[in-house]
């Protein structure tokens, strides 16, 4: 799992790189194919419960399963991308937003809070720790910023299924939950509205949208329990 993590997280970082006004979503979606076959791994999302491609691009107020088109990015979006591989048998997860170009100094917030509140999460994960301890520390960070969390998506166990149990809320208490136990493997991924944190789902039967158009932020990491801490799989 650590090798086709650390796989998924170079083809993440050159999406990184072609993430520019005047692309369109579709684009990003081929290179995003491109790369998995390259490493000689196969796409976790395409076909997934009849999701039409590999990579889920999600600009402004779409906040996760975006379906990539003909929509080109432009001068002060923000566009988020969740992709997922399959290695020798084993999923992998991802996902990141990044800047098109010169964006507003709400957008550079709303970013910057989000990454941290995925970096303070990751924290709390060691055996012993019980999984809502992850979830209220996100939520109490995000929040303390004047953000909001989403509540009705949630990260996941993942393996040889890409979402597996248990269910990592961003939000609740700290002593609810599930144990960590050394060797469990998921993924946290805080979603995070400037305004709102209702959701809706578009017509497209896949994207979700926040219900009052405000803004939107996912970032993803997958993690290992380590016998004594953490291990960020998706790192280069």
Known sequence: MKEGAQMLARIMEE?????????????????????????????????????????????NEEIVHGIPSNRKLKEGDIVSLDLGLIYKGFHSDMARTFPVGKISFEAQRL?????????????????????GAI??????????????????????GIGKELHEDPQILNYGKRREGEVMKAGMVFCLEPMVTVGSYRILKKEDGFSYITSDNSLSCHFEDEVLVGKDGFLVLTKV
């Open 135 to 156: 979830g209220n520390t996100i939520q109490r960070y995000i929040e303390s910023q004047g953000f909001n969390v989403v509540r009705d998506l949630c990260g996941h």
């Open 111 to 131: 970013i910057k809070v989000t990454k941290k509140s995925l970096r303070l999460g990751i924290r709390k994960v060691r055996p012993g720790n019980k999984i």
């Open 15 to 59: 999406l990184g790189k072609r993430v520019e006004p005047g692309i369109t979503t579709k684009e990003l979606n081929m290179a995003a194919e491109s790369h998995i076959f390259k490493f000689g791994a196969k796409p976790s999302f395409l076909n997934y419960q009849g999701f039409p491609a590999s990579l889920c691009v999600s600009i």
